[in-house]
T-cell receptor
């Protein structure tokens, strides 16, 4: 099994629908992240969590919310999806409290909003 | 604020040729630097990292990168490219507290026979 598992891998939805992307990890890492990838823009941070009680906004959190249900689970929600949220979403984890961290990524969830 | 620039959006090389992908960073202190590779339909995989010490770091798949503080650069190199190296490559920097990673916009590599 993968260290970081994302579900669903692909999802097509309509404008206005609520969508949840789920992430689970077996790394035992405290830190979890949600990134969005768009062509030509690289990866941009949506939200990150350093433990179950610590949730922080990233640079593009508007229109998104997250829930850290357990150390191993971190879900991303789009309350009312819009077409410009069409993108590839990545969950990642890391350990440690210093810069000497390494991100471990899931395989990605491709979301299309029609 | 930290930032990462990858000047080359797309590079095409012949199989067997050498490769250099450029990365420039902006960060006030000593950075922690990374190169990740994303194969089509896959997540990002760590190629190599620089935390401190020797400025030439070796990674997986025959890649290496050199940290040059004077040029604020961390360029990725490979002496002989294989067709399987075709992918998107991302450079990243993380703050000293490890709170946030900053990624470049990526360089797409095409390998021609």
């Amino acid at each position: 099994d993968a260290d970081v598992t994302q579900t669903p891998r692909n999802r097509i939805t309509k404008t206005g629908k609520r969508i949840m992307l789920e992430c689970s990890q077996t790394k035992g890492h405290d830190r979890m992240y949600w990134y969005r990838q768009d062509p030509g823009l690289g990866l941009r941070l949506i939200y990150y969590s350093f433990d179950v009680k610590d949730i922080n906004k990233g640079e593009i959190s508007d229109g998104y919310s997250v829930s850290r249900q357990a150390q191993a689970k971190f879900s991303l929600s789009l309350e009312s999806a819009i077409p410009n949220q069409t993108a590839l979403y990545f969950c990642a984890t890391s350990e440690g409290s210093s810069g000497a961290n390494v991100l471990t990524f899931g395989a990605g969830s491709r979301l299309t909003v029609l | 604020a930290q930032s990462v620039t990858q000047p080359d959006i797309h590079i095409t090389v012949s199989e067997g040729a050498s490769l250099e992908l450029r990365c420039n960073y902006s960060y006030g202190a000593t950075p922690y630097l990374f190169w990740y590779v994303q194969s089509p339909g896959q997540g990002l995989q760590l190629l190599l990292k620089y935390f401190s010490g020797d400025t030439l770091v070796q990674g997986i798949k025959g890649f290496e990168a050199e940290f040059k503080r004077s040029q604020s650069s961390f360029n990725l190199r490979k002496p002989s490219v294989h067709w399987s190296d075709a992918a998107e490559y991302f450079c990243a920097v993380v703050s000293g507290t490890g709170n946030q990673f900053y990624f470049g916009t990526g360089t797409s590599l095409t390998v021609i026979p």
